[in-house]
């Protein structure tokens, strides 16, 4: 019946004219079923309506070939959007407690938080920027996820078998980062790139002191696949220049082994506009080329080995004069105030989007790597290899206003955001790329205006080395007039864009506000590369040792209470509808350790654990386990209650805890 729908719906529109803007002629004549048509014509929806309509619709109980995995901004948190429906499926908690998640209150989550604080400051949010999906041969492999938090410079890891955050690590020498997280093609390294130039380990210095003392600094976090953890005794950074490098991507294929980053300020402003100075603005622009750096990491990683770094707050620095010695630094010029550099699926090139200038700059890796060989290079001021423009570019295509990221798809097609503009630029790439499409090479195709101001650009797959092309997202940071007025702060607007047809054939489909954040970038994975799990594997799994807990028990049988002196130890049951035990007596002053095991092995039943006034609040999905631990220290009559609607007696699910005075 459903599927009968579909198909006079794509007839109607095949008869109707997909490409046309007057309203559809919503008649029985136009092939459209009369009441569709009635519907279309009430709503006054052109035939571009219905063919996005057609496009995304996504029938109760049907999946979404694609996730999406966004950053969640000043959330500090992740998204999970299902494409094309682009219905939100989840919010990851990262690195702001997610009481959802029942991240950061009083759980395992406590522990991981921990580890991002500072020696003496907790911090409970982060300004998360880019996702990397981890990688196998350059394809995502759908295993772990890493994002940055720029305001703090740190990086969490989360495994993708239950979509939880395991790891926050803290960079010891950087207070902020941004051009990270992206991973090399066999997530050798998590790599973490800087931005705004600080003394490495950011103490005190002079700003007078700033072409002296401060650094930029990237990190190569290694990752230990088996262990799902980044390893920081074997992870490196490299002390570069304090330009402010911004973003990064990996070389793969040909040029697997490499690593480019954009910067800007290449003229060490240091702002002051209060003291009569250029402003950071005026002063980071003055210059028409700042620098791509570019990092041979195979080779980095050989000197770290060596030994030929020094630890600084415990983290592998290698110098940047060692940097310069080994060949591991070069630089090229690049447009003024450069934003993204994306690298091709073959890893022939390095596209770069210069905000301020119009075009897209092509860098051939080929090229860097024959003007590295036949050496004699300048250097710049702190003694960098600098390669000329001429010879390390391929070309240059003009875009429009305000270019900033690109993707790519499998047809030879690239991607640009025009900040600007407010547009999405398709323009072919050349070289292998060449016969994949019937336009010039390097050429612009179509430029599709979006609402509004287009921030990054994400496309299917589209950082892989076989990028699939069909949908691509435009991440939007102004919506303005394109909803309901919910007051002067207005949410984000992701807007999906239907790439699959070449030429200039790509329609806007769908508009979806992200109410909650700003998020930066997004990578879009297969969803069948996923291999989550539907429940924990046994019961009594611990999410944050990926094995079963040894406190775990397995029937309500075996739930206890035992004191020892002013320590009460409870090994507590949750099932379908109650807690084993539902009385709890304590003194004021006990010192509690309460281990949760959610006996459940059916899909969905998760229970919540709230306990009233203390501040604890547990997700227990099915077969997990949970240790919470704390002091007794107000007296009175509390519940425990079950904050998952679980059966027709979830409002029974609870208990007493009373504390004695
Ligand atoms: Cu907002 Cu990648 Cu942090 Cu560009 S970044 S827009
Ligand atoms: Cu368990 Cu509600």
């Known amino acids: 019946m459903r599927r009968s729908l579909i198909t006079l719906l794509v007839l109607a529109l095949l008869a109707v004219g997909c490409g046309g803007k007057s309203p559809a002629a919503a008649t029985p004549e136009s092939g459209l079923p009369a009441d569709a048509a009635e519907v279309a014509a009430e709503r006054g929806l052109t035939p571009d309506d219905v063919y996005a309509a057609v496009k995304t619709y996504t029938p109760s109980g049907q999946l979404d070939p694609y996730l999406m995995i966004a950053s969640g901004g000043q959330s500090g948190q992740m998204l999970v959007v299902g494409v094309p429906s682009m219905r939100i499926l989840k919010v990851i908690g990262v690195f702001t407690p997610e009481p959802w998640q029942g991240y950061g209150f009083g759980g395992s989550g406590n522990e991981i938080l921990k580890g991002g604080d500072l020696p003496d400051q907790e911090i409970r949010w982060g300004d998360t920027h880019h996702p990397g999906l981890s990688e196998t041969a350059g394809e995502y492999d759908g295993q772990f996820v890493f994002i940055n938090d720029k305001a703090n410079a740190r990086l969490a890891v989360v495994d993708l078998r239950d979509f939880e955050t395991k790891q926050i690590v803290k960079n010891p020498n ?78 793969k294929g040909v040029s697997d082994g490499w690593v480019f980053c954009n910067s800007f300020n290449t003229e060490l402003a240091t702002g002051g506009v209060e003291l009569g100075n250029p402003s950071f603005e005026a002063g980071t622009t003055k210059n028409d080329t700042d620098y791509l750096h570019i990092f041979n990491w195979k080779q980095a990683e050989q000197v770290f080995q060596a030994g030929q770094f020094e630890t600084i707050n415990g983290m592998a620095v290698i110098r940047m004069q060692t ?82 990221h690109t993707v790519y798809d499998d047809k030879g097609y690239a991607y640009t955001s025009l900040f600007l503009d407010s547009a999405v630029a398709r323009w072919t790439l050349g070289g292998p790329y060449s016969d994949k499409h019937a336009e010039e090479p390097w050429t612009l195709v ?43 702060l207005l949410p984000q607007n992701f807007q999906l864009i239907d790439s699959s047809q070449p030429g200039d054939q790509m329609r806007l489909l769908y508009d979806m506000p992200i109410g909650m954040a700003e998020p930066h970038y997004a990578q879009i994975i297969k969803a069948d590369k996923i291999k989550a799990f539907e429940v924990y594997p046994e019961v009594g799994w611990n999410p944050e040792t990926m094995a079963v807990d040894p406190n775990a028990i397995t029937a309500p049988d075996q739930a206890r209470i035992e004191r020892n002196g002013n320590q009460v130890e409870i090994w ?90």
């Open 323 to 404: 940097a310069i010695d080994e060949n591991i630094l070069y630089f090229t010029p690049e447009p003024k105030s450069p934003h993204g550099a994306d690298v091709t699926p073959g890893g022939e090139y390095v596209v770069v989007g210069g905000k301020l200038d119009p075009h897209v700059t092509i860098y051939s890796f080929e090229k860097i790597q024959a003007a590295i060989a036949a050496g004699g290079l300048a250097t710049d001021q702190y003694g960098v290899p600098v390669i000329p423009l001429d010879a390390s570019m391929e070309a240059q295509v003009e875009l429009g206003l305000g270019p900033l």
């Open 446 to 488: 179509q430029k599709l205006p979006v609402q509004y101001n287009i921030g990054h650009i994400a496309a299917a797959e589209g950082d892989t080395a076989s990028p699939d092309g069909g949908y691509v997202v435009a991440l939007n940071k102004w919506s303005i007039d394109r909803f309901a007025n919910v007051g002067p």
């Open 572 to 661: 507590m049951a949750v099932v379908r509808s109650h807690f084993t035990p539902e009385q709890v007596e304590l003194k004021q002053g006990d010192h509690v350790i309460w281990h949760l095991t959610n006996l459940e092995r059916s899909r969905d039943a998760t229970h919540g654990f709230a306990l009233s006034g203390y501040n604890i609040n547990l997700s227990l999905e099915p077969g997990e386990t949970q240790t919470i631990e704390f002091d007794a220290h107000m007296s009175g009559t509390f519940n425990y209650f079950c904050t998952e609607f679980c059966s027709a007696l979830h409002l029974e699910m609870v208990g007493y805890m009373l504390v004695e005075p």
């Open 174 to 251: 950087s207070m902020i980062d941004h051009g990270g997280t992206f991973v090399t093609p066999n997530t050798e390294y998590v790599v973490e790139g800087p931005q705004y130039a600080a003394p490495i380990g950011s103490g005190y210095a002079s700003l007078d002191d700033y072409a002296d003392l401060y650094r930029g600094l990237i990190t190569f976090w290694k990752f230990d696949r088996v262990t799902g953890r980044v390893d920081p005794a074997k992870s490196f950074q490299i002390e570069l220049p304090p330009y402010w490098q911004d973003l990064c991507d990996a070389g």
